[in-house]
């Protein structure tokens, strides 16, 4: 039986079938995963080099590496050393687990499968999720595609076995866009670059001739709005703000807007028919949107003083934003035509840069309180606040698109001479007991996460 979970743009991008692979008639599989608890134990899995002959050995080492890398990072699992393994990859791919010898290493699930180039170039990937102690097959596929996607199956295939085991969807078939800075403090390069969630594959979209700021992904993940200061004429200093959108595929760049006053944070809205940002005009700033059809502008907020930091909730119908109306930089919400304005922050501290939650049950954001900035989440009605994480200076929050992961940078104070301090991005999950650097080639600030791939 033909069985495909996957929407259509993804199987026409892998340009193949995914396919399930028949379960067995045995216990049903009792391992799960409760990511609802405030901290977990990481679940003990084997992931044995995906079998293969030939070249197909390497790479099916790969996939099973890169699969590997993703679950631990994810800080739910905990992949046992594959010195352990009794059990080859051939063995595997000849017959059943022999159950026995991975409780012995105690596996709570083992991943394998097989990888073989077919007659016409194509790359043929199989892979079986086992429970060990329940000795059933609880996921089972078999993916046909360009011999160039072994990345994104590995991605693909770590998604499923998250979604297996956690109930929830994954995020690591994802991309990053962030700003990759280099150079004295004084003369700081900043370059737009895009990579895997992971690191991998990692290029720079912007040559660093002009100063790019607040990078974010439209929702089919195609496209990048982004924030530059160009020069115009012949001095250096004079500089003008333009919002831009960049197709990712075709490297082409379009201005959205050419704007006099100060121009912040464009965001998408999540049909993506519209750019919502903050523009500086007549003495106050306030939060506009543009028709990218049209090119029409319509103010949101009316109000003197700074209103900034607009981000959409996901059914479009409600906006979060910060502002200093109340005498002191908080967040607010309102609805998507600038009506209903309720303030929902209220503790001890400022706050900004808020980013509503994929799943819409959260508002990311930034406080800074004695001293010291923060990242926290609290409900869109301003209950629950909880600081996930603290430093000098942590800023730019974004979600992952199962709303579970939060990647932002962390700087550290700079000497007298300005130098030391350099950012670099992190990411943290909901718990706030999994905080990891994200490497990067050089410096790294504000970070945007991508959709789930098409």
Do not use: C
């Amino acid at each position: 039986m033909i069985h495909d979970s996957f929407p259509l743009k993804r199987r026409a991008l892998l340009a193949g079938a995914a396919a399930s692979l028949a379960l067995p008639s045995v216990a049903q599989s009792q391992v799960r995963i409760d990511i609802t608890r405030g901290r977990v134990d990481p679940l003990p899995t084997a992931v044995s080099p995906f079998h293969g002959d030939g070249r197909d050995a390497a790479t099916g080492a790969e996939i099973a590496k890169v699969i590997s890398n993703n679950l631990e990072r994810s800080g739910l699992f905990r992949p046992i050393d594959p010195r352990a393994f009794t059990n080859t990859p051939a063995q595997l791919a000849a017959a059943a687990p022999q159950f026995t010898t991975w409780r012995q290493i105690n596996a709570a699930v083992l991943i394998h499968g097989n990888v073989a180039t077919l007659p016409d170039g194509r790359l043929r990937v199989e892979f079986r999720l086992w429970d060990v102690f329940g000795e059933a097959q609880m996921e089972g596929r078999v993916y046909t595609t360009a011999a160039s996607n072994w990345r994104r199956i590995a991605h693909i295939v770590s998604d499923q076995v998250y979604k297996r085991v956690t109930g929830e969807d994954g995020y690591f078939d994802t991309r990053v866009v962030y700003v990759s800075e280099s150079g004295p403090g004084q003369r700081r390069i900043k370059r737009l670059a895009l990579m895997d969630q992971d690191g991998a594959n990692h290029r720079f979209l912007t040559d660093g001739r002009e100063l790019v700021l607040t990078p974010r992904f439209s929702p089919t993940a195609q496209e990048i709005t982004y924030l530059a200061y160009v020069q115009t004429g012949n001095n250096p200093n004079m500089l003008r703000p333009r919002v831009y959108l960049l197709n990712i595929d075709t490297g082409q760049r379009e201005v959205v807007g050419d704007f006099p006053g100060m121009t912040f944070a464009p965001r998408f809205s999540p049909d993506g028919n519209r750019v919502i940002m903050s523009m500086a005009q007549s003495g106050t700033t306030d939060v506009y949107t543009m028709d990218l059809r049209t090119r029409q502008q319509a103010r949101i907020t009316n109000h003197n003083s700074i209103n900034t930091s607009p981000s959409y909730s996901p059914d479009g119908r409600q906006i979060v934003f910060n502002s200093d109306r109340g005498g002191s930089q908080q967040i607010y919400t309102m609805s998507a035509s600038g009506d209903n304005v309720q303030r929902i922050s209220f503790a001890r501290g400022l706050y900004g840069t808020p980013v509503w939650s994929p799943r819409g049950d959260l508002i990311a954001f930034t406080k800074q309180t004695e001293g010291e900035f923060f990242i926290g989440v609290m409900r869109p009605d301003g209950s629950g606040e909880r600081l996930l994480t603290r430093a000098f200076l942590v800023e730019a929050p974004t979600w992952a698109p199962n709303g579970r992961v939060l990647m932002y940078f962390r700087q550290g104070a700079s000497d007298s001479r300005g130098n030391g301090g350099n950012p670099r991005l992190y990411s943290i999950d909901l718990t706030g007991y999994n905080e990891r650097e994200i490497l990067t080639p050089a410096d790294g600030s504000d970070p945007a996460w991508s959709p789930l791939l098409p």
